[in-house]
Structures are given as structure tokens and as C-alpha cells.
């Protein structure tokens, strides 16, 4: 995933990412642009930091959560709920898009990405920081970009050289 953001300002990280965004608002970080394998960063729109699978995995059911909150017919839900991966679930939108000509998978990671930057900057001030303004940049298992939030579209072309 190339969107041309100087080594210096990019940070690597795993499973841990509440203590990272905690620990960064500590630090005097304002803005935090956090891309991601959607079925990784899914887990932030459930409030759920410790993103281990040991710790806790309810990515689908967050998944699932999101699009019930848009409106997603039940038929379709239960389909995502029975999803064994997100990606799969990513898969049925992306088929109910093509076939109905919709706009599920926008409108659902929308729906998530929105939630992942609130959630996120909620996380942070719980835990004693000051405010952190966060965007989030979802990628699918081909790193092919799903949907940029609002503020990331914001951030994203300050970050450019």
C-alpha cells in the first residue's frame, strides 16, 4: 500500500493498538491517520483495543452490528454473521453491489470507518489524554483501499510531501 507518507511519519504496529494510541496522545501526537486491514481495524469500531484474536474476536458480529445500524436487509445479515472472515463477509456486499447495482460496501465501511475515528478518539481521552483528532484508511487482503473516513480524506493530503 503506497500513498506516498514519509518513513518518519509512519509507525508500525500490531495487536496492541490501544496502549499505542493511548501512549501517542500522552506524547502531544494531534493526529493519528491509522490504515489498516479492515478485519483487523474492525475490532475499534466495537471498542475492543487489545486486538489479539486471544484477547478478544468479535469481528464479524461487529461486522454485522455495523450493517444492521445502516439498514443491511436481515436475510443479508445473517449471511455476514455466518461469514467465516470479514473478507468474506467483504465479498457478500461487494456480490450484493454488482448484482443490485448498491452501494453496501460503502455505505457499511463508511458506517465502520466513521465509528473506528470516534471510538478511537474516545479511547484516548478515557485513559487521560487530551483530544486526538483520528482517521482510518481500511484495506482489504489485496491492500486495495476500501474506504478512507472522513477525517483521513482530511488528514491524508497534509501527510503528503
Same mark, same amino acid.
Given at each position: 500500500?503506497?500513498? &506516498? #507518507?514519509? *518513513? ?8 496492541? @493498538? ?6 501517542? &496522545? ?5 493526529? $493519528? ?10 475490532? =475499534?469500531? &466495537? +471498542? ?22 445502516? &439498514?443491511?436487509? %436481515? *436475510? @443479508?445479515?445473517?449471511? $455476514? ?6 473478507? !468474506? ?6 456480490? =450484493? ?9 460503502? /455505505?457499511?465501511?463508511?458506517?465502520? %470507518? ?5 471510538? !478511537?478518539?474516545?479511547? #484516548?481521552?478515557?485513559? +487521560? %489524554?487530551? *483530544?486526538?483528532?483520528?482517521g482510518s484508511v481500511l484495506?482489504?487482503? !489485496?491492500? /486495495?483501499?476500501v474506504i478512507k473516513s ?6 491524508? *493530503?497534509?501527510?503528503?510531501?
Open positions: 500500500l503506497k500513498q &506516498g #507518507i514519509a *518513513p518518519q511519519r509512519r509507525l508500525k504496529t500490531a495487536n496492541w @493498538i490501544g496502549p499505542l494510541l493511548v501512549e501517542s &496522545g500522552l506524547l502531544g501526537v494531534r493526529s $493519528i491517520l491509522l490504515f489498516g486491514y479492515h478485519g483487523k481495524l474492525v475490532k =475499534l469500531a &466495537g +471498542g475492543i483495543f487489545h486486538t489479539h484474536h486471544h484477547i478478544a474476536d468479535a469481528r464479524v458480529e461487529i461486522m454485522t452490528a455495523c450493517c444492521a445500524e445502516i &439498514g443491511l436487509p %436481515a *436475510p @443479508i445479515l445473517q449471511q $455476514i454473521l455466518s461469514a467465516n472472515t470479514t473478507e !468474506s463477509a467483504l465479498e457478500i456486499l461487494r456480490k =450484493l453491489d454488482h448484482a443490485a447495482g448498491s452501494i453496501w460496501v460503502e /455505505k457499511v465501511y463508511r458506517n465502520i %470507518a466513521e465509528r473506528i475515528d470516534r471510538r !478511537s478518539s474516545a479511547y #484516548i481521552q478515557t485513559h +487521560g %489524554a487530551p *483530544p486526538v483528532h483520528v484495506f482489504d487482503r !489485496s491492500r /486495495k483501499i472522513f477525517n483521513a480524506q482530511e488528514m491524508l *493530503p497534509k501527510m503528503l510531501p
